[in-house]
């Protein structure tokens, strides 16, 4: 898997839509250094990587209360001074190569002060994944545990 670019909407100290382009541009030179100040917002990049893949097992949350509160705390403050009913938002497109195919990914992941849960969009190849024509994304919902 080759990351390509990343998003950050509201989220964390990511104030507004900011976007990460990571790709390398030469073969040769294939890393890319992430530097910056204590509270620059590393970590949380990172941090959203996962949370934008794996929702609540990549940021060790449990699903339901848990994560919501979670979810909640990643929305960026000024943007919530602004508007009570902020969202928040991590996309994330990368590259993946099997020996005989080249597949393009869009995965998103969506979530609001208004709302209880998160929601997942994913693309492959610039197509909405779906199942049985049916769409095999969206709101994710589950029982509380416990």
């Known amino acids: 898997m080759v990351l390509k670019s990343l998003i950050l909407n509201n989220y964390t100290v990511f104030e ?3 976007e990460f382009d990571l790709e390398t541009h030469d073969k040769d030179k294939n890393v890319i250094i992430i530097g910056g100040k204590n ?3 590393k970590t949380s990049l990172l941090e959203g990587i996962r949370l934008c893949l794996y929702g609540a097992q990549g940021v060790s949350k449990r699903q339901g209360r848990e994560y ?3 979810l ?16 928040a938002f991590v996309e994330l497109q990368f590259v993946y190569k099997s020996d005989e195919q080249t ?12 709302s209880a849960e998160d929601s997942l969009h994913v693309e492959m190849n610039g197509k909405e994944l779906t199942v049985g024509g049916r769409r095999s994304v969206g709101t994710i919902s589950q029982p509380e545990k416990g």
């Open 16 to 18: 507004g839509r900011c």
């Open 39 to 41: 509270g620059a917002g």
């Open 68 to 70: 919501r509160a979670y």
């Open 72 to 87: 909640q705390s990643r929305i960026n403050r000024n943007a919530l001074r602004i508007s009570p009913y902020a969202k």
């Open 103 to 114: 597949f393009r990914s869009l995965t998103r992941r969506t979530w609001s002060t208004d």
